[in-house]
């Protein structure tokens, strides 16, 4: 059986859509879809149902699938060992909101760079965009708290992010503590509100957390919004208002004493970030390095 058929037959599986593979494999969709009613042909038996959306593997799709990509996926690894030895440079294309990349994914791939990589980092902010990014072939790695679903990805629980509530002193002082464990986000009103986005989604996801409710518009809106965290963090130290941020984030505003923290629940909000990658593509050794190295450094975050 002809191994470029098997190749574009698991890409597709994988995918779940003609022209997605075709994207990946750097083919034509009518060029794959040839393949594969080639492949079809050959075997006797349909291998996909054509969707309006896409394809889904039949019964005998799937068993191929499961028979044929761990052989393919061997292959692939001892091609790349041997671009590896013969000094092939790869270059690492990754992705993810630019706040996580620049303080965690960019500092723990660095001593990568120089042993046979080098690297391009997207910075996104929304999940979505970021998981299609990967999908169409622009990305290698992801970084994302949007756990993807399909048979495209394969995604690795990376670490747990706290999230923390936040103020200058300034406003610190003026929140009666035993008012706010007592009587939750009421203690805050009258305080300005700095976020990311116009929907409030770290404070949404904090008071659902923590106090059980969800911000009442009326008292709490925001004055300033800012798609970027490191921009929320210092807007907070400036005295602008309060704010919810990744303990990773403020760590050390809080430890210098320029921000505070207005809250210690007994269980602190967490959010996981995923760290993802297409199906099968860990068999090229620069990427497989990369992911082990986020794995390793994510123990001490």
Known sequence: MDLTLLRT???????????RAAALLGLSQPAVTSQIRTLERQLGRPLFHRRARGVTPTAVGDELAHKAAPHLDALLRITEAEREAAGALRTLHVAGPP???CLRVLPALALLVGQGHTLRAAPQTGAQATLDGLAAGHHDLVVTTAHPRGGLFSA????DEEHVLVA?????ALVDRDRLRIEGPAALDGIPLVE???SLPLVTRYWAAVFDALPDARSLAATVVVPDLRAVLECVRAGAGLAVLPRYLCQEALGSGRIVALAEPPVPPLRTWFLVVRTGSLALAHLARAHDRLLDAAVHW
Not at 11 to 19: C, I, N, P, Y
Not at 168 to 172: L, S
């Open 99 to 101: 706040e996580f990349l």
């Open 196 to 198: 990311v986005h116009e």
């Open 9 to 19: 037959f698991v890409a597709v599986h994988r995918a779940g859509s003609f022209t």
């Open 156 to 159: 690795t629980a990376l670490c």
């Open 168 to 172: 200058a002193p300034y406003w610190a």
